[in-house]
């Protein structure tokens, strides 16, 4: 069973920064698309940036030029660079992967998630 556990998120001032990790386990083959979601109360969860096995990144728009998302194969883990942070960047950030399929933004094609980690923008 394809595991996935998240880390690094907490509270930060606005402008600061935040590096989120995710490392899976669970898995014998390399993880095809690896994606960061978030979810804001009441809102629903949105798709903040895509990395591919080989390193091909979709990213929101949102978050465009100031988040990053990069992996490493061969240790397994995902991270996310997430810079000047603005207080709408307030969510539980989720990890998520597929074994298989094209690359996409839907959470629906994402079978394995993390938990989850809260980051939360304020001063």
């Known amino acids: 069973q394809v595991q996935l556990v998240e880390s690094g998120g907490g509270l930060v001032e606005p402008g600061g920064s935040l590096r989120l990790s995710c490392t899976t386990s669970g898995h014998s083959n390399t993880l095809a698309s690896m994606a960061w979601f978030r979810q804001a109360p009441g809102k629903e969860r949105e798709y903040v940036s895509v990395i591919t096995p080989g390193g091909g990144r979709i990213i929101n728009m949102s978050v465009k030029h100031r988040f990053t998302i990069s992996r490493d194969n061969n240790k397994n883990t995902v991270w996310l660079q997430m810079n000047s942070l603005e207080p709408e960047d307030t969510a539980r950030y989720f990890c998520?992967?597929?074994?298989?399929?094209?690359?996409?933004?839907?959470?629906?094609?994402?079978?394995?998630w993390g938990r989850g980690t809260q980051v939360t923008v304020s001063s």
């Open positions: 998520a992967a597929a074994l298989a399929g094209p690359t996409t933004t839907n959470p629906d094609d994402y079978p394995y």
